[in-house]
T-cell receptor, first 115, second 117 residues
Framework: GAVVSQHPSWVICKSGTSVKIECRSL??????MFWYRQFPKQSLMLMATSNEGSKATYEQGVEKDKFLINHASLTLSTLTVTSAHPEDSSFYICSARDASTYEQYFGPGTRLTVT | AQKITQTQPGMFVQEKEAVTLDCTYD???????LFWYKQPSSGEMIFLIYQGSYDQQNATEGRYSLNFQKARKSANLVISASQLGDSAMYFC??????????????FGKGTLLTVNP
């Protein structure tokens, strides 16, 4: 089946630094990728939708200058958390939509801890 | 209004018994899809089962079946013969429409299932 990878799987960073999370579709092309955020014992909250070669569409309340999304190729999207603060600590999950089938596949997630 | 409602924050079931996890949805789009995902403590989202709005029969995948009642807008997940490894968070999700940029999943709040030995 289709595989989506995320890197890193977990990261600890200091407050004020930036962290980049990569999401890759390994065996299919993804014109659209989604970034979710999940707090402990809560549901997935859609942060933004990224389309290859164009600007991401952010959900209401998500700071686009803080959460930079780049979808430069059909297999890679990145989420950069800029000037991270402890409240940005969360589980970030990406999913990629297969361009040919429209099926959506999830990455394994990245656990971010900001100290 | 919430598009996906899961009213059971937590459920307990005895090993080898069946359990039903509730999900109701709200949409005016005649074309939609309903999904169930399992999320163990590791965090990965595991796809379990899918039901399309035009599917005539209830979906089944091994021990998982989806009790689809379209008129009541419910899509309950039934897990038969529960196993200890079924202990996890379960999310119901909906995708509306047939395609296009708004073809995204909306998740319910989830149900934490605990299987007791």
């Amino acid at each position: 089946g289709a595989v989506v990878s995320q890197h890193p799987s977990w990261v600890i960073c200091k407050s004020g630094t930036s962290v980049k999370i990569e999401c890759r579709s390994l065996d299919f092309q993804a014109t659209t990728m989604f970034w979710y955020r999940q707090f402990p014992k809560q549901s997935l909250m859609l942060m933004a939708t990224s389309n290859e070669g164009s600007k991401a569409t952010y959900e209401q309340g998500v700071e686009k200058d803080k959460f930079l999304i780049n979808h430069a190729s059909l297999t890679l999207s990145t989420l950069t958390v800029t000037s991270a603060h402890p409240e940005d600590s969360s589980f970030y999950i990406c999913s990629a939509r297969d361009a040919s089938t429209y099926e959506q596949y999830f990455g394994p997630g990245t656990r971010l801890t900001v100290t | 209004a919430q598009k996906i409602t899961q009213t059971q924050p937590g459920m307990f079931v005895q090993e080898k018994e069946a359990v039903t996890l509730d999900c109701t949805y709200d949409t005016s789009d005649p074309s939609y899809g309903l999904f169930w995902y399992k999320q163990p403590s590791s965090g990965e989202m595991i796809f379990l089962i899918y039901q399309g709005s035009y599917d005539q029969q209830n979906a089944t995948e091994g021990r998982y079946s989806l009790n689809f009642q379209k008129a009541r807008k419910s899509a309950n997940l039934v897990i038969s013969a529960s196993q200890l490894g079924d202990s996890a968070m379960y999310f119901c999700a909906m995708r509306e429409g047939r395609g296009g940029s708004n073809y995204q999943l909306t998740f319910g709040k989830g149900t934490l299932l605990t299987v007791n030995p």
